[in-house]
T-cell receptor, first 113, second 112 residues
């Protein structure tokens, strides 16, 4: 059982380039999330989804877009990368119900030069 | 989602018991209290969850007083490998808590 898998693990982009980060979960979870974590800081919520075909803004959505076309996948897009988007990106999926148990991927380290 | 307050950092020595307290004064009736652990360069992982009184698993214990306005994560006999950031979250997905917002967490440093 793979859990939550993020692709790629590392990426270097030039300013202005675009890219898509993929998050895949095999636990049939309804909720999925994208976070960024800057060095020495906590996790900040970018966007999230409460089900296939739905997306919503988190705390820091500017500069990012997301799509949830399939229940098991949650894509994070950067249309025009900026150095301020250099960070580690984490994806999570979560059970629905009277609990907040979330499962995280291993992270994607993105550097924008 | 109820706001939580935790100490920014704590230091301990190997073999000691560590208690990290989280305040959540506006916790709602349906809210659960969940703790996550994050090692450097890894995603957070669930360690324990509770609603009231005491919960214990193979990793930690969670103490929740009757008023539920705070909770204490207890790590027995810590080792160097317990050095991590610990996050306290309070919420309920059914109560509209769709967002999963993390605070700054508590940095635990275990020394030899």
């Amino acid at each position: 059982n793979a859990g939550v898998t993020q692709t790629p693990k590392f990426r270097v982009l030039k300013t202005g380039q675009s890219m898509t980060l993929l998050c895949a979960q095999d636990m049939n979870h309804e909720y999925m999330y994208w976070y960024r974590q800057d060095p020495g800081m906590g996790l900040r919520l970018i966007h999230y989804s409460v089900g296939e075909g739905t997306t919503a803004k988190g705390e820091v959505p500017d500069g990012y877009n997301v799509s949830r076309l399939k229940k098991q996948n949650f894509l994070l897009g950067l249309e025009s990368a900026a150095p301020s988007q250099t960070s580690v990106y984490f994806c999570a999926s979560r059970e629905v119900g009277n609990s907040d148990i979330a499962f995280f991927g291993q992270g994607t380290r993105l550097t924008v030069v | 989602l109820a706001k939580t307050t935790q100490p920014i950092s704590m230091d301990s020595y190997e073999g000691q018991e560590v208690n990290i307290t989280c305040s959540h004064n506006n916790i709602a009736t349906n809210d659960y209290i969940t703790w996550y652990q994050q090692f450097p360069s890894q995603g957070p992982r669930f360690i324990i969850q509770g609603y009231k009184t005491k919960v214990t698993n193979e990793v930690a214990s969670l103490f929740i007083p009757a008023d539920r306005k705070s909770s204490t994560l207890s790590l027995p006999r810590v080792s160097l490998s317990d050095t991590a950031v610990y996050y306290c979250l309070v919420g309920d997905s059914l109560g509209g808590g769709n967002k999963l917002v993390f605070g700054a967490g508590t940095i635990l440093r275990v020394k030899s």
